[in-house]
Each structure stands twice: as structure tokens, then as C-alpha cells.
């Protein structure tokens, strides 16, 4: 009975981390390689659980480093299960480096994490 209680919670956890998933995709101003101020557009896509509710969405944070945060839209559902959110990004970074978006999600029932790395060249000298 121990082993079925133990493959039963094992199965819950595995569901959770399957169906848990972000995606990040440029929506506008897509480049290979960015520089200083340039501004783009990145949607933000979370596969959740059925039962995740707006407050639930807002335990899932949006870090940058190397950009900055314009503008952003609250979290809002596509459908069941499925939430969106748009950033309006602008490049802060002076050096060449990588810019990115990391996107965090722990609560009791799932994790998310998901970066996106973006190219940016320095300034020449």
C-alpha cells in the first residue's frame, strides 16, 4: 500500500512538470542581434494548470536584466489553462552581452522557468 501511495504522488509531480511550461517569442522588432535602445515586443505564453485563476497567475514574476520594462499587460487567459502576458522591452545594456527574460513561477502544485536570451552588441570605440 506504501509503494502505491508513493508511485501515486510521484505521478501527480511528473503531471505537474509536464504540463507546466512557458514559452517567450519576439512578437515585434525581431533581430539577430540588438543595441543600445532599441525597443521590441515579447509575448509570453504559460501553460498551467486547468484550475489556475488570476490570482494564482500573479505568483508568476517577469525578471529582465539588460533590458527594461516599458510597458506590460496584465496576465489574461486565452483559454482554460492557458495564460498570456505582452512586455514592451527596450535595451539597457551598454556592452556587448547577452539580455534576457526569466520567468518564474513556484507555488505548492507547479514550477515554471523559462529564459530567453538576446544578442547585444556593444558600442564601438
Keep these: 500500500m506504501k509503494l502505491f ?4 504522488a510521484c505521478l501527480i509531480m511528473l503531471h505537474g512538470a509536464c504540463f507546466a511550461q512557458v514559452e517567450i517569442t519576439v512578437t515585434q522588432g525581431e533581430k539577430s542581434s540588438y543595441l543600445l535602445h532599441d525597443r521590441f515586443e ?11 485563476c488570476l490570482d494564482g497567475m ?10 527594461e520594462i516599458e510597458n506590460q499587460t496584465p ?5 482554460k489553462g492557458l495564460w498570456q502576458k505582452i512586455l514592451h522591452l527596450v535595451v539597457i545594456a551598454e556592452d556587448a552581452t547577452d539580455a534576457k527574460v526569466t520567468v ?13 536570451y ?7 570605440k
Excluded at 501511495?5 to 501515486?8: A, K, R
Excluded at 500573479?58 to 533590458?67: D, I, P, Q, R
Excluded at 496576465?75 to 483559454?79: L, V
Excluded at 538576446?118 to 564601438?124: H, K, N, P, T
Design 5 to 8: 501511495g508513493f508511485v501515486f
Design 58 to 67: 500573479n505568483h508568476t514574476k517577469v525578471f529582465v536584466s539588460g533590458l
Design 75 to 79: 496576465w489574461t487567459p486565452i483559454k
Design 42 to 52: 515579447v509575448r509570453v505564453v504559460a501553460h498551467t494548470n486547468l484550475e489556475t
Design 118 to 124: 538576446f544578442q547585444v552588441q556593444g558600442r564601438s
Design 104 to 116: 518564474l513561477r513556484r507555488v505548492d502544485k507547479e514550477q515554471l522557468f523559462q529564459q530567453k
